[in-house]
């Protein structure tokens, strides 16, 4: 089992729908969780951080903690063509000073 | 921007040859993380520093070697470069319980 999984999609919404990424880990004492975006020929960019259950907001984005069952989750209100990357799922597995990424999702937002 | 800088940008080198790469930062941040991204796969922590000379192993490193002797720099080499090093080369900086922050990336072609 890898420790961080995702869909590696592509999922394709249409503007001004929601999208909706998953992400499962593996180690249950985990502390900190990441969302990041990486557009093709760059480097990853952090869109939010998590470290307790529940939702975190911030403008069009909502990450979701839910730390029983594993999994974290971003939402994507709104979702504009200037979306479309790849986005990456990013935890501190306990005890250790690794970060660890899944394999990212690909989203395509259509006009 | 994070001031993180990777050198070089690009580089093709030849099989069995040494090299290494470096990444700096101004931020003297105290974890310094060595990923490489491969079609499919993801970013792979390859070595992570916890600080000055202070370093460990992540899921794929055989084949590369860190040093760590200033804050400031994480030195990557490849002792002999083989055609399956052939990848994007990313370094990012974290401090304790906050986000990681990336540099531009290194693409390496080994020929």
């Known amino acids: 089992q890898k420790e961080v999984e995702q869909n590696s999609g592509p999922l394709s919404v249409p503007e001004g729908a929601i999208a909706s990424l998953n992400c499962t880990y593996s180690?249950?004492?985990?502390?900190?969780f990441f969302w990041y975006r990486q557009y093709s020929g760059k480097s990853p960019e952090l869109i939010m951080s998590?470290?307790?259950?529940g939702d975190k907001e911030d403008g069009r984005f909502t990450a979701q903690l839910n730390k029983a069952s594993q999994y974290v989750s971003l939402l994507i209100r709104d979702s504009q063509p200037s979306d479309s990357a790849t986005y990456l799922c990013?935890?501190?597995?306990?005890?250790?000073?690794?970060?660890?990424f899944g394999t990212g999702t690909r989203l395509q937002v259509f006009p | 921007d994070a001031g993180i800088t990777q050198s070089p940008r690009h580089k093709v080198t030849e099989t069995g040859t040494p090299v290494t790469l470096r990444c700096h930062q101004t931020?003297?941040?105290?974890?310094m993380y060595w990923y490489r991204q491969d079609p499919g796969h993801g970013l792979r922590l390859i070595h992570y520093?916890?600080?000055?000379?202070?370093?460990d192993k992540g899921e794929v490193s055989d084949g590369y070697s860190v040093s760590r002797s200033k804050t400031e720099d994480f030195l990557l080499t490849l002792e002999s470069a083989t055609s399956s090093q052939t990848s994007v080369y990313f370094c990012?900086?974290?401090?304790?319980?906050?986000?990681?922050?990336f540099g531009q990336g290194t693409r390496l072609t080994v020929v």
């Open positions: 990012a900086i974290r401090n304790i319980n906050t986000e990681a922050f």
């Open positions: 180690d249950r004492g985990s502390q900190s």
């Open positions: 998590i470290y307790s259950n």
């Open positions: 990013a935890v501190n597995p306990h005890n250790t000073d690794k970060l660890i």
């Open positions: 931020e003297n941040h105290r974890y």
């Open positions: 520093s916890y600080g000055v000379k202070d370093t």
